[in-house]
């Protein structure tokens, strides 16, 4: 079945540098991409979305990346600030079943 | 005001006893599922439901049983609770299909004394 694994478990940046966060998967009919925030002590919120077709997202200062090739998917931070501060993590929709397969999150952490 | 209510937040519970962690959605979704966390396991996938029906079980002990007494509710009854057992457990919904969005309830936080 599909396997999701996502690097790196904890990140550290100063505050204006840029994060990534990557995950890869395995099964080629993946099918949905997400990924998710945590902020410390609250639940997960959908962060985006990102469709098989699509390989670039972008929202407010974060771009997710979409390498079908590879099997990867990225989320960059640009200019990082402390309310980035959470963990992240990415989930993958498969298309046989529906059934969403998590990677093990990364802690990021934004240093002044 | 939230859309996934999980009862109660917090929760401290004796070794050997039983709880019932209660979640109700109000989203109209026809898939609810239940998730832990803990420091061992950042995010685990417990069960999920739909339709009121068992979808997939990813919980080796059957101390854990999801209970389903109406199509926006599922309750997790956990026996013979264990300190190991300590986590926040997430309750979680979405509308079945492969590009819809999942929503987290705030999670219930169970220590085991």
Redesign the interface.
């Known amino acids: 079945g599909e396997q999701v694994e996502q690097r790196p478990p904890h990140l550290s940046v100063r505050e204006g540098d840029s994060a990534v966060i990557t995950c890869t998967y395995t099964d080629p009919n993946s099918y949905y991409f997400f990924w998710y925030k945590q902020e410390p002590g609250a639940s997960l919120q959908l962060l985006m979305k990102v469709f098989s077709s699509t390989e670039i997202n972008e929202g407010q200062g974060f771009t997710v990346l979409l390498n079908k090739k590879d099997k990867r998917l990225s989320l960059n931070l640009t200019a990082a600030h402390p309310g980035d501060s959470a963990a992240y993590f990415c989930a993958v929709s498969v298309r046989s079943n529906y059934q969403l397969i998590w990677g093990s999150g990364t802690k990021l952490i934004i240093k002044p | 005001d939230p859309k996934i209510i999980q009862k109660p937040k917090y929760l401290v519970a004796v070794t050997g006893s039983e709880k019932i962690l209660i979640c109700e959605q109000y989203l109209g979704h026809n898939a609810m599922y239940w998730y832990r966390q803990s420091a061992k396991k ?2 685990e ?1 417990m069960f ?1 439901y739909s339709y009121q029906k068992l979808m ?1 079980n990813q919980t080796a002990s059957s101390r854990f049983q999801p209970q389903s007494s109406k199509k926006n509710h599922l309750d997790l009854q956990i026996t013979a609770l264990k300190p190991d057992d300590s986590a926040t457990y ?1 309750c979680a919904s979405s509308q ?4 819809t ?7 219930t936080r169970l220590t085991v004394v």
């Open positions: 950042p995010l996938f999920s997939d997430f079945e299909g492969a590009n969005e999942v929503f987290f309830g705030k999670g």
